[in-house]
């Protein structure tokens, strides 16, 4: 007859090494559980386009320098009914105060391109606090107006340039459709270059400082052209109540 001996140490032996593993599995649950529970932080991006299926699009400028464009470019929006984003910095908006007063009293939208043209992300957070707010003081100082948009000069941008311009009550705005007008490539490669690059829900860049000289003759077969292919054109906040805000 054979008979059981009972091994109290090696039982003891088998009970810790169950215990420690039913322990390590409770941690390593509780953890990933915890991860999932996480709420996860999306990464910043400045508002490039809209999406939206609709045929609506935002005509932007940009203007820190000159007198000899922003006119004809008032005239040809005037003369096509067309509202469009003015992003104008502070020391233009105070040297040439008669065309932001335009600009406003024509209905369109005024905005901030900062105060220095620098690449903001190459300085520090009250450095670009700095640039903003004294931008923004000037430009409200001749227009009446607080811009709430921002186009951060060369479109430099990181995080901490979006999270300073959002502590500011700012929304970073860039573009999708680049007329590449600064670069003087001729009329027609401008007009085909917009009409190309847009789409629903597109922001487009023009400029209408003095280093643009082509801008005034290209814009209004610009207009004609967009309006052509059955696009609406409105300013950037109108532009932003089509749908999301997005970098693709």
């Not at 990464?43 to 999406?51: N, R």
């Not at 043209?117 to 004294?134: F, G, M, P, Q």
Request: proline share 5%.
């Amino acid at each position: 007859m054979r008979v059981f001996v009972f091994d109290y140490r090696k039982f003891k032996k088998q009970v810790l090494l169950l215990g420690t593993f039913f322990l390590c599995a409770v941690f390593f649950t509780t953890m990933l559980y915890q991860q999932q529970m996480l709420p996860t932080t999306a990464k910043k991006y400045a508002i490039y386009k809209v999406k939206t299926d609709k045929k609506v699009v935002a005509l932007t400028f940009d203007i820190s320098w000159g007198t000899k464009v922003p006119g004809p470019v008032l005239d040809t929006l005037k003369k096509h009914n067309v509202k469009s984003t003015f992003f104008i910095s502070g020391p233009w908006a105070v040297k040439h105060p008669e065309f932001p007063k335009r600009i406003v009293a024509e209905g369109h939208e005024i905005a901030s391109h900062g105060e220095e043209h620098v690449n903001l992300s190459e300085y520090n957070k009250d450095e670009v606090k700095k640039n903003i707010l004294t931008a923004h003081g000037k430009i409200k100082e001749v227009t009446g107006v607080e811009p709430s948009l921002i186009r951060t000069p060369n479109g430099d941008w990181n995080d901490m340039v979006l999270t300073t311009a959002e502590e500011l009550n700012y929304r970073v705005i860039q573009w999708s459709a680049d007329s590449l007008d600064w670069k003087k490539p001729g009329v027609q490669a401008i007009v085909d270059r917009v009409l190309k690059k847009t789409e629903p829900g597109a922001i487009i860049l023009m400029h209408a400082s003095d280093t643009c000289l082509q801008t005034p003759e290209a814009l209004p077969q610009v207009l004609e052209g967009l309006k052509e292919k059955g696009y609406t054109l409105v300013t950037v906040s109108e532009l932003l109540k089509h749908g999301e805000g997005t970098i693709d």
